[in-house]
């Protein structure tokens, strides 16, 4: 589960992962951009 957490914060930070992350994450955007997920749908 880390390991795909990991992976995932570093495609939203390249920005790539974004679109994929938003759509199958719910994504917080902190004040500082920080991006958290909060619910991971099933894999």
């Known amino acids: 589960m880390s390991g795909k957490i990991n992976k995932i914060h570093q495609e939203v930070r ?7 992350g938003r ?14 997920p909060v619910r991971v749908c099933k894999v």
């Open 14 to 20: 390249t920005g790539d992962g974004h679109r994929l």
């Open 23 to 36: 759509k199958e994450f719910k994504i917080f955007i902190d004040e500082d951009f920080a991006l958290l």
